[in-house]
C-alpha cells in the first residue's frame, strides 16, 4: 500500500504564495508518477500539475502554467507544488494523488492513491 499525506494549505491574498508538500511512505517503489488535483465544492477533481517519479519533465493544467511549480525531492519522498501569483479561483481542496502506470496523465481514473486533501483559500 501507498499513503500519502499533503500539508502547506493554508489561507492566502490575492497574488500571494503557497507551497503544498505531499509526503509518500509505503511500496512507493512501484510508482510511476505523481500530480496535484483540486476541487471545489459541487464540482469534479481538476487536474492542476503532474511529474514522473523521477521528477522530470512536469506538465501542467493551461490556467497555472507560469505560476505553479510542481517538483520532486525523490531521497525524501516529498513532492511540492509551489503556488505564486494567487487568484481566488485558486481557493480548492489541493490533493496528492500517485500512479503505478507509467506516462503522463491528467485522469483522476488513472492514479490509484490519494491523500486526503489540503484546504487552500484565497481571498483578500
Known amino acids: 500500500q501507498v499513503e500519502l499525506v499533503e500539508s502547506g494549505g493554508a489561507l492566502a491574498q490575492p497574488g500571494g504564495s503557497l507551497k503544498l508538500s505531499c509526503v509518500a511512505s509505503?511500496?512507493?517503489?512501484?510508482?510511476?508518477?505523481v500530480a496535484w488535483f483540486r476541487q471545489t465544492p459541487g464540482q469534479g477533481r481538476e487536474f492542476v500539475a503532474g511529474?514522473?517519479?523521477?521528477?522530470?519533465?512536469?506538465y501542467y493544467l493551461d490556467s497555472v502554467q507560469g505560476r505553479f511549480t510542481i517538483s520532486r525531492d525523490g531521497p525524501n519522498e516529498y513532492t511540492y507544488l509551489q503556488m505564486n501569483s494567487l487568484k481566488p479561483e485558486d481557493t480548492a481542496v489541493y490533493y496528492c494523488?500517485?500512479?503505478?502506470?507509467?506516462?503522463?496523465?491528467?485522469?483522476?481514473?488513472?492514479?490509484?492513491?490519494w491523500g486526503r486533501g489540503t484546504q487552500v483559500t484565497v481571498s483578500p
Open positions: 494523488a500517485a500512479r503505478t502506470v507509467p506516462g503522463p496523465s491528467r485522469a483522476q481514473s488513472e492514479y490509484q492513491h
Open positions: 509505503g511500496r512507493t517503489w512501484s510508482l510511476y508518477g
Open positions: 511529474i514522473p517519479w523521477s521528477g522530470h519533465l512536469p
